[in-house]
């Protein structure tokens, strides 16, 4: 069993950054692809970026937002520049025992997700 527990969302303005960290427990952390998602309301889940040997993004953030993990600390994080109105949402990280991918349904285990809003 993994328990993903996410922090760090809030509100900033159009610009700034925030940075979110996704605390994981469990023995396979190091060998797990962890990945973000986004959900705005009324929207559905969507892929944010993600990291196993590589990072890998959605091209909507690619250039202002960073993945990284700390395998000693079970952390992951999502660092996030120059951020926008249109990336309000509420920010989940997920972990999962498949190849890089960018389909929900290959993760397995999922926080309880963070907000962030980003005023105009």
């Known amino acids: 069993q993994v328990q993903l527990v996410e922090s760090g969302g809030g509100l900033v303005q159009a610009g700034g950054s925030l940075r979110l960290s996704c605390a994981a427990s469990?023995?396979?952390?190091?060998?797990?692809?962890m990945g973000w998602f986004r959900q705005a309301p009324g929207k559905e889940r969507e892929f944010v970026g993600g990291?196993?040997?590589?990072?890998y993004y959605a091209n909507s953030v690619k250039g202002r937002f960073t993945i990284s993990r700390d395998n000693a600390k079970n952390t992951v994080y999502l660092q996030m520049n120059s951020l926008k109105p249109e990336d309000t949402a509420i920010y989940y990280c997920?972990?999962?025992?498949?190849?890089?991918?960018?389909?929900?349904?290959?993760?397995?285990?999922w926080g309880q997700g963070t907000q962030v809003t980003v005023s105009s």
């Open positions: 990291i196993k040997l590589t990072t």
């Open positions: 997920a972990s999962s025992n498949s190849i890089e991918t960018t389909d929900r349904k290959w993760y397995n285990y």
């Open positions: 469990g023995r396979t952390f190091s060998s797990s692809n």
